[in-house]
């Protein structure tokens, strides 16, 4: 072998052992200790990001004067780009994500929060008579259980449905549409039988804080 050849030969060697030293026997550790954190991280993004949504948010918002609680492990998402309060007003939309990425985990619990606006052609009684027609419309008793929830705090009106049949590997889930004709307030959740009286606890403490910006 020429001298040209066996330098040739060499030079590959070399560098592979000057790269190799190039990454420290603790960075490698340090690598390879990452990977799995990183997974589970991924693995976990929906509860940390509402987690995430909490320390830069509090444990609260406002919407037109109206003080909406957030729970822990939920975020709201309010439009106010897009809103117009006199004649499409938004509202407050709460969300519970699921606590992994699993692709069998149920889907995200929702809390919909909105002020009531004057109608013209119909008293607050009656406007309120025609939500629970609707509410029961698309709850059909042949589906579902409909009845009023107990134990609910004064002025507040509320319909809960719950479906007759239940799969084994689903939690129970429920829906409620409530009102409240005094502080002017509507609400809606659809979620999980267990965070019903969560749902019920964010209503109870609606309470307008100034008067809604025209």
Known sequence: M???????????????RRTRKAVPLPGKIFALLCIPLVGVAVYYAPA????????????????RGLRVQVPLGWTADMNQAGDDFQANPQGV???????????????????YVNLLLPDARSTPQQQAE???????QSHPISDFNVAAPADLPSGIDCL???????????????ALAC?????????????????????????????PTASPKP
């Open 48 to 63: 940390l990001t509402a987690l995430g949504w909490h320390v830069v948010h509090g444990n609260a918002v406002k919407y």
């Open 130 to 136: 025609e939500w629970k027609s609707l509410f029961r």
């Open 160 to 174: 809960e449905a719950r479906p007759r049949s239940v799969s084994r590997d689903m939690p129970a889930g429920a």
């Open 179 to 207: 009102i409240s004709l005094q502080q002017g307030w509507l609400a809606n959740y659809a979620g999980t039988r267990g965070n019903v009286p969560l749902f019920q606890q964010i209503i109870a403490n609606l309470k």
């Open 93 to 111: 939309t709460l969300q519970k994500p699921p606590k992994t990425l699993n692709l069998e985990a149920r889907g995200p619990e929702l809390i």
């Open 2 to 16: 020429s001298k040209v050849q066996a330098l040739n030969v060499a030079a590959p060697s070399e560098i592979g």
